[in-house]
């Protein structure tokens, strides 16, 4: 999974018809110290983000598998939200 | 999923059967801000996106989730035509 | 999908069992205006393409599907010919 | 499979909940030189990798495997710890 | 796939237990003039690829696929040894 930050959302009215109720985060990848790093992604969310939250997102067939027995045409979910990232 | 502007369309007679009667798109990626980033894509349609809209397109095996019973060997599908980028 | 040109073969004996008999065709990535653009791919092919086409490939697991039910080991697969690539 | 070092944790309460009970490893890619290559992952672990082993991580749907029939949604999974990495 | 020259193997004691039995290769990947490209790769090997020889590799889940019906959790599969590359 990738850490990101909440920095968005966006609006769509027409879309494929499995994605109906869910809405869309954009999120910016920010590497460990929390610096961006990288383009903005749409993603899902299995979770509740709120706008500004640091988050963790998980790319590919997998990033569906939290709206199972829907096959939800996503490619990237936010699969949690970080209390707290720990350097060791 | 990415954001993309509708750039173009590829024709094509000789393709694989499971693609016939797919419209193709050339999709360029674009950042929140709606400036080009990357290398274009060619795409399936999941949502009768037109020339010049902005959308936002799925990769990988969940990319052919919308054709579903159809086994449609694509790699990247529109599924969203974007209303509105709200940044928070 | 990606834009590519055949740009060669890929001659091979020992190989797993469930990708004989299937040509691997060597892939040059180009844009739209068909300059190259990043590293060559050994592809295999489900459309019969010449040395010097344009055509178009999908990676992942859904580049296995033209040749379902056969499980072929393959990430990138040629799955159309381009007659024409028309800017919008 | 990529090489890496445990460089932390990652501490999350509100998560997807089939990732509940599992530990989120923070891995830094390596080269084979171990030397630091790319943005840091945040893996999930089938091995007991401890902080500052090196190891190796799966990335994609097949890192979900070690968890089967749990249909855990993560797309790196720690797989290995390395022994020894040998030139030739 | 991708073209790539064996270099090393990734010794591993603590493993997941699906990957028992299966040899860890160290792939570099190279361009078609054989020059070195990128970041190494461990991959599993499904054609017994010996020191220094070139090969092509899968990723991905299909780069599981020589291994059914056991799902091993690789992403990077060594699928065939190069006999020649020829240009066209």
Redesign the interface.
């Known amino acids: 999974?990738?850490?990101g930050r909440?920095?968005?959302?966006?609006?769509?009215?027409?879309?494929?018809?499995?994605?109906s109720g869910h809405k869309?985060i954009?999120v910016q990848?920010v590497?460990?110290d929390l610096t961006p790093?990288?383009?903005?992604?749409?993603?899902a969310d299995?979770?509740?983000a709120g706008?500004?939250e640091l988050v963790?997102w998980?790319?590919?067939?997998?990033?569906?598998?939290?709206f199972?027995p829907d096959?939800?045409?996503?490619?990237?979910?936010i699969?949690?939200?970080?209390?707290?990232?720990?350097?060791?």
């Open positions: 999974m990738q850490l909440v920095v968005g959302r966006v609006w769509s009215t027409a879309k494929a018809e499995s994605l869309l954009l990848p590497k460990p790093a990288g383009r903005t992604v749409v993603c299995a979770c509740g706008a500004g963790y998980c790319r590919g067939k997998e990033s569906s598998f939290p199972l096959e939800v045409p996503t490619d990237a979910t699969v949690g939200i970080v209390d707290e990232v720990h350097a060791c």
